[in-house]
């Protein structure tokens, strides 16, 4: 069954750090790319980061570069995303979602079209 599983939001401070999880069951990070949107209620959903399947390659919205970073452990199936130098604008609930069964793996792919996402997560900092 495929399924993606969130962690790790929570309540910081404005130049905080979290760190959230997506560990997936069902399928292999190998050939499948993992990717972060957030959404805040009333607002447009809005892409984060994203990585391949081939090699790692990694994809970040402007609005994070330089202070978010993705990666990935493959023997856990886990993809992670460090949100360090947090802003009030970076409140959002935060889905990952997957390329899967779709082949390619490549980054960035169409979030909202994709069948398989997580139920999301938190994430809320106060100034």
């Known amino acids: 069954q495929v399924q993606l599983v969130e962690s790790g939001g929570g309540l910081v401070q404005y130049g905080g750090s979290l760190r959230l999880s997506c560990t997936v069951f069902g399928f292999t990070l190998d050939y499948h790319a993992i990717g972060w949107f957030r959404q805040v209620p009333g607002k447009e959903r809005e892409g984060v980061s994203c990585i391949s399947s081939n090699n790692g390659e990694t994809y970040y919205e402007d609005s994070v570069k330089g202070r978010f970073t993705i990666s990935r452990d493959r023997d856990k199936n886990t993809v992670y995303l460090q949100m360090n130098s947090l802003k009030p604008e970076d409140t959002a609930v935060y889905y990952c979602?997957?390329?899967?069964?779709?082949?390619?793996?490549?980054?960035?792919?169409?979030?909202?079209?994709?069948?398989?996402r997580g139920k999301g997560t938190q994430v809320t900092v106060s100034s």
């Open positions: 979602v997957t390329d899967f069964p779709a082949s390619g793996g490549d980054c960035p792919f169409d979030y909202y079209a994709m069948k398989y």
